[in-house]
């Protein structure tokens, strides 16, 4: 689902506050990964034969990729919603979040990829969210 969708889904806050927990779940996967990883790595005996060692390395690299990508994954989320929150208090009437989404337009630079153009619905004033 594209960031606009989301955000007139469920409103700013809510988008907001969904990213911070799956940002963070992404967090404890990644924690948990690591740990298989380091159990992998103690638990691999070189006297088990080949098998035992492949399958240990097996689990142990498995661990280590899906660390990295949790981890990517998290800085992603957390820094888009962190982006996203900073610049979404209107400069009108300084309201935080309470706004609608006019148009949403490409914007390959944008850490969104999209740049947002929106309005406040307490005073009306627009900027865009790039």
């Given at each position: 689902?594209?960031?606009d969708?989301a955000?007139?889904?469920?409103g700013?806050?809510?988008?907001?506050e969904?990213?911070l927990?799956?940002?963070?779940?992404?967090?404890?996967?990644?924690?948990?990964?690591?740990?298989m990883m380091?159990?992998?790595?103690?638990?691999?005996?070189?006297?088990?034969?080949?098998?035992?060692v492949?399958?240990?390395m097996?689990?142990?690299?498995?661990g280590a990729?899906?660390?990295?990508?949790?981890?990517?994954?998290?800085t992603?989320?957390?820094?888009?919603?962190?982006?996203?929150?900073?610049?979404?208090?209107?400069?009108?009437?300084?309201?935080?979040?309470?706004?609608?989404?006019?148009?949403a337009?490409?914007?390959?630079?944008?850490?969104?990829g999209?740049?947002?153009?929106?309005?406040?619905?307490?005073?009306?004033?627009?900027w865009?969210?790039?």
């Amino acid at each position: 689902m594209q960031i606009d969708d989301a955000i007139r889904k469920r409103g700013f806050r809510r988008w907001y506050e969904r990213q911070l927990y799956e940002s963070h779940a992404y967090l404890v996967v990644g924690l948990l990964s690591l740990i298989m990883m380091a159990i992998a790595i103690e638990e691999m005996a070189f006297d088990r034969g080949a098998a035992g060692v492949l399958k240990e390395m097996g689990v142990a690299v498995a661990g280590a990729g899906l660390c990295i990508y949790t981890w990517r994954e998290f800085t992603k989320r957390l820094f888009l919603a962190e982006y996203l929150g900073e610049h979404a208090t209107c400069a009108g009437c300084r309201t935080y979040a309470r706004f609608e989404i006019r148009a949403a337009r490409g914007a390959p630079d944008a850490p969104a990829g999209c740049a947002l153009d929106v309005r406040c619905r307490a005073c009306g004033h627009t900027w865009t969210i790039q």
